[in-house]
């Protein structure tokens, strides 16, 4: 795990976030499932944490997702994208996996209990490696990830309180710190601003 005081950074360029997630697919046992796990972090924005509690339903549902956190027991809307329901069905295929109970867990280890966040760490900082990316990586990047590039795409205050509720944070310097404001990125006129949250997500699809 990281260093205390060493924070885990995001993916900024797409085509490493898409580099990334082959690496996970090609290189492990499990691959199909990790390659699923980068996308849903990547494009949802959960902590690592709250991707062990996805189920198949969360996946199978169309329109808006309601998720409650683990760390704070608050209640967030969700919408997969395309990105996400691509590794879905490209997990699903090439694993031959069929889910019959909605509420089954997504993410398990070969112990058959749900992964362990410093598994995700491992495989997500090993993987940042292994594709030349510079830099401090671990399980949170895939929630800095999504908050870069959801920041990213315009610019704008509106985005940046659209990116805070994705979030769930109750204070704006929490999503500067995610979304790179702090290091110059900040808001600026004009732009295409997301209009909703669910434009929000469904226009990312890292």
């Known amino acids: ?14 085509a490493d976030v898409r580099r990334v997630r082959e690496h996970m697919r090609k290189s492990y046992r499990h691959g199909e499932l990790y390659a699923l796990m980068w996308a849903c972090g990547c494009n949802l924005g959960l902590r690592a944490g ?20 683990r760390k704070n027991g608050r209640r967030r809307v969700l919408y997969a994208n395309a990105s996400v329901r691509a590794a879905y069905g490209h997990f699903l295929r090439n694993t031959g996996t ?36 510079r830099g401090n990586y671990g ?7 999504f908050g870069y590039h959801a920041y990213r795409r315009s610019r704008t205050a509106q985005n940046l309180r659209l990116v805070m509720e994705a ?31 669910e434009d929000l997500y469904m226009s990312l699809n890292l």
């Open 1 to 14: 795990m990281r260093k205390k005081g060493q924070a885990v950074g995001p993916v900024k360029r797409r």
């Open 50 to 69: 709250d991707l062990r509690e996805l189920t198949a339903g969360v996946l199978q549902k169309k329109g808006p997702i309601a998720f409650t956190e």
């Open 98 to 133: 069929v889910f019959v109970d909605p509420g089954a867990r997504l993410f398990w280890g070969q112990k058959g209990t749900p992964l362990q966040v410093k598994h995700m760490h491992r495989v997500v900082k090993e993987s940042c490696a292994a594709v030349g990316l």
């Open 139 to 145: 399980s949170h990047t895939m929630r800095k990830t």
């Open 167 to 197: 979030f769930g944070h109750t204070q704006l310097k929490y999503t500067q710190a995610y979304t790179g404001v702090d290091d110059g990125m900040g808001p600026h006129a004009g732009g295409n601003p997301r209009r909703t949250l």
